[in-house]
């Protein structure tokens, strides 16, 4: 029996074929591994998201003041708004073994990630860079974030209704809690996410401390005791009474129509 090969052509058609089917695989597998890694960048920024969201709904809307004495007896607010960082004090449940219904937080960002620390014990602000002796717990709730910045609501002493949004909240610069907070955090991609939130503890309804009203202006005043108002508090920002303080300097942006 005569046995028959592969001819030239035959040969050259198969090889042509292989590659074919080899290049279809490849590019297929190409395909899968990006969109693999691409569900997994929106899974951890959802995660991420989630943490912040959690971060701005659970300490930033319960933030309270509080004040503490220094080291010469001065009572002075645990309160530091920075444009990239903020410490603060916060209400919390209190049940079982935990010390207590309150927290101190401070948020900032190291190496890429934004970090919160938590302690039951007050932090100071003006021992904040050398103190390292008081007890906290770290967290990081976002990788691959390239700057966070914060920005201070407070009612619009030149605008009707309106609200001024500061990049800092100094203790000598206010005597009250800023009425929201905005947090803008720009991460590593180049894609940024912006989060407000009212701060409970001056919120219109609901107050911790005091914010009276002085004169025809609607402004107002706080008091540094923890005093409690009842009513409610609700999402978003409205122009509610303002700090009758304001210090004319750089780094305010306004908007008009706060709505009530």
């Given at each position: 029996?005569?046995?028959?090969?592969?001819?030239l052509?035959?040969?050259?058609?198969?090889?042509?074929?292989?590659?074919?089917?080899?290049?279809?695989?490849?590019?297929?597998?190409?395909?899968?591994?990006?969109?693999?890694?691409?569900?997994?960048?929106?899974?951890?920024r959802?995660?991420?998201?989630?943490?912040?969201?959690?971060?701005?709904?659970?300490?930033?809307r319960?933030?309270?003041?509080?004040?503490?004495?220094?080291?010469?007896?001065?009572?002075?607010?645990?309160?530091?708004?920075?444009?990239?960082?903020?410490?603060?004090?916060?209400?919390?449940?209190?049940?079982?073994?935990?010390?207590?219904?309150l927290?101190?937080i401070?948020?900032?960002?190291?190496?890429?990630?934004?970090?919160?620390?938590?302690?039951?014990?007050?932090?100071?602000?003006?021992?904040?860079?050398?103190?390292?002796?008081?007890?906290?717990?770290?967290?990081?709730?976002?990788?691959?974030?390239?700057?966070?910045?914060?920005?201070?609501?407070?009612?619009?002493?030149?605008?009707?209704?309106?609200?001024?949004?500061?990049?800092?909240?100094?203790?000598?610069?206010?005597?009250?809690?800023?009425?929201?907070?905005?947090?803008?955090?720009?991460?590593?991609?180049?894609?940024?996410?912006?989060?407000?939130?009212?701060?409970?503890?001056?919120?219109?309804?609901?107050?911790?401390?005091?914010?009276?009203?002085?004169?025809e202006?609607?402004?107002?005043?706080?008091?540094?005791?923890?005093?409690?108002?009842a009513?409610s508090s609700?999402?978003?920002?409205?122009?509610?009474?303002?700090?009758?303080?304001?210090?004319?300097?750089?780094?305010?942006?306004?908007?008009?129509?706060?709505?009530?």
């Amino acid at each position: 029996m005569k046995r028959s090969d592969f001819t030239l052509i035959e040969l050259v058609v198969s090889i042509a074929i292989l590659i074919v089917v080899a290049g279809i695989v490849g590019v297929s597998g190409v395909a899968f591994y990006q969109g693999y890694e691409r569900t997994l960048r929106v899974t951890d920024r959802l995660k991420s998201c989630m943490a912040i969201d959690n971060l701005m709904d659970t300490h930033i809307r319960n933030m309270i003041p509080f004040n503490w004495q220094d080291e010469e007896g001065t009572s002075r607010s645990l309160f530091d708004g920075e444009e990239n960082r903020i410490l603060f004090a916060t209400l919390r449940r209190s049940y079982g073994s935990r010390p207590g219904a309150l927290l101190f937080i401070r948020v900032f960002v190291e190496d890429g990630k934004l970090l919160v620390e938590y302690s039951p014990y007050p932090r100071y602000p003006w021992m904040e860079d050398g103190d390292e002796s008081l007890p906290a717990t770290r967290e990081v709730i976002a990788e691959n974030v390239e700057n966070i910045t914060f920005s201070y609501v407070e009612n619009s002493t030149e605008v009707s209704n309106g609200l001024d949004f500061f990049e800092e909240y100094r203790e000598e610069d206010h005597q009250v809690l800023p009425l929201a907070i905005r947090l803008k955090v720009e991460f590593t991609d180049g894609t940024s996410e912006q989060w407000l939130r009212r701060v409970a503890g001056v919120s219109r309804n609901s107050t911790f401390g005091m914010r009276e009203e002085s004169g025809e202006s609607g402004n107002s005043t706080q008091s540094s005791s923890a005093g409690v108002t009842a009513g409610s508090s609700r999402n978003g920002v409205r122009s509610g009474q303002g700090s009758g303080r304001r210090s004319s300097r750089p780094g305010i942006s306004r908007v008009p129509g706060g709505g009530r």
